[in-house]
């Protein structure tokens, strides 16, 4: 749930990289099983939020705000 005004401007994503899209080359955002809803105009909005359905097998997991470099963490998969 990002609907609290706390997240205005901190779009919340997943990536195997820790600090995900920001740690450089090669970085990527993983988005199997991501489902991301912006409410009426983006994080911080009502209805916004982002779910992730994790795959059997999924590897370990970064979240990260992909406006803010060093906002994230480890997020462990089974």
Do not use: K, W
């Amino acid at each position: 749930d990002q609907s609290d005004s706390s997240n205005a401007g901190h779009p919340l994503r997943f990536s195997t990289t820790a600090n995900g899209t920001h740690a450089g080359y090669g970085a990527s955002e993983y988005t199997t099983g991501v489902t991301v809803a912006n409410g009426s105009s983006g994080p911080g909005s009502s209805g916004a939020y982002t779910e992730i359905t994790v795959a059997v097998g999924a590897p370990t997991l970064h979240y990260y705000c992909t406006n803010h470099s060093g906002m994230g963490g480890q997020a462990n998969t089974p």
